[in-house]
């Protein structure tokens, strides 16, 4: 079965800081990676994906993670945070050849900017 | 291109109701998946639809239900409501099942309170 673990529930950086989210997976086979973000009182709004081709993967407003295989981790980063970036943080995984394309979801990380 | 639509965003039943939530995809998409989001349980899978067909169900009672129509527009239906019911329902939609690598993209949800 796979399954997403999300470290720390809530992060705090400065304005202008490196934005760090960090996710581990666990699957036993190949799985797509993605990181979604939610607003207060929205949906969620999908920043980047991973499905198995370039693993340092570019997403919107500046974001960008990398797919580590020995780490099994997928990490969201961003240079230099904006205090628009605040809001929960969610990495789901799926593996759609086997059970469709269901999304799994961390418990998820909210982000505080401070300025 | 308008995005996807959920109605009604607030719901407040008592126990023992049932519910029905509706969502309108985007133009085009045929795929249309729900979730839901509690605080303690975070967001879960609850069913998968593309051209009228339910293609994987989550780990749900069978009080949640739902359908979809020919113009992929999908319903979903909570029999005997219970507290614990309460949550905010997530609904996604791609263009081709999720099995494929298209993008979900998520309506802003329908707030459920069960008092």
């Known amino acids: 079965a796979q399954s997403v673990t999300q470290l720390g529930s809530h992060v705090s950086v400065s304005e202008g800081a490196l934005v760090l989210l960090r996710c581990n997976y666990s699957s036993s086979v190949p799985p797509y990676l993605f990181w979604y973000v939610q607003y207060p009182n929205q949906g969620l709004q999908l920043l980047l994906k991973?499905?198995?081709?370039?693993?340092l993967v570019k997403g919107i407003n500046g974001f960008e993670a990398e797919f580590k295989k020995s780490e099994t981790s997928f990490h969201l980063t961003k240079p230099s945070a904006h205090m628009s970036d605040a809001a929960e943080y969610f990495c789901a995984v799926s593996v759609p050849y086997i059970q469709g394309g269901k999304l799994i979801f961390g418990q998820g990380t909210e982000l505080s900017v401070k300025p | 291109k308008a995005g996807v639509t959920q109605t009604p965003r607030y719901l407040i039943k008592t126990r023992g109701q049932q519910v029905t939530l509706s969502c309108s995809p985007i133009?085009?998409?045929?795929?249309v998946s729900w979730y839901q989001q509690t605080p303690g349980q975070g967001l879960q899978f609850l069913f998968e639809y593309f051209s009228e067909t339910q293609r994987n169900k989550g780990n749900f009672p069978g009080r949640f239900s739902g359908r979809q129509f020919s113009n992929s527009r999908s319903e979903m239906n909570v029999s005997t409501l219970e507290l614990g019911d309460s949550a905010l329902y997530l609904c996604?939609?791609?263009?081709?099942?999720?099995?494929?690598?298209?993008?979900?993209?998520f309506g802003p949800g329908t707030r459920l309170t069960v008092l």
């Open positions: 996604a939609s791609s263009l081709e099942p999720t099995a494929s690598t298209d993008t979900q993209y």
């Open positions: 991973y499905t198995s081709a370039a693993t």
């Open positions: 133009s085009g998409h045929r795929s």
